[in-house]
Nanobody, 126 residues
């Protein structure tokens, strides 16, 4: 059974910080360091948006233009967990945040990812 479980979402004020976590479990992730991981978000009425991704070893990261400089993606392969540190949050960051896993490449398109978590809500008030 494959599971990605996000946590850490909540209601914060503009300018605050949050750290999201995504824990992977299941036999598929026994080689977790071979999986590239991504974060996406989806606001009501909008398409799912790429936020960031990180390579299996953690040495390569890439960010969407709307979060670059404010968000940081990282991972701890010993814990099968990927993180998203979100600083200087803005009301437009309000969305459900999803983590996802992919083999073979670092992608910005949601369609390239194999497994998804259930999402965690982040709400930023002004």
């Amino acid at each position: 059974q494959v599971q990605l479980v996000e946590s850490g979402g909540g209601l914060v004020q503009a300018g605050d910080s949050l750290r999201l976590s995504c824990a992977a479990s299941g036999r598929t992730f026994s080689t977790y360091n071979m999986w590239n991981m991504g974060w996406f978000r989806q606001a009501p009425g909008k398409e799912r948006e790429f936020v960031a991704h990180i390579s299996g070893g953690g040495g390569i990261t890439y960010y969407g233009s709307s979060v670059s400089g404010r968000f940081t993606i990282s991972r701890d392969n010993a814990k099968n967990t990927v993180y998203l540190q979100m600083n200087s949050l803005k009301p437009e960051d309000t969305a459900v945040y999803y983590c996802a896993s992919a083999r073979g490449g670092l992608y910005v398109s949601p369609g390239e990812y194999d497994y998804w978590g259930q999402g965690t809500q982040v709400t930023v008030s002004s």
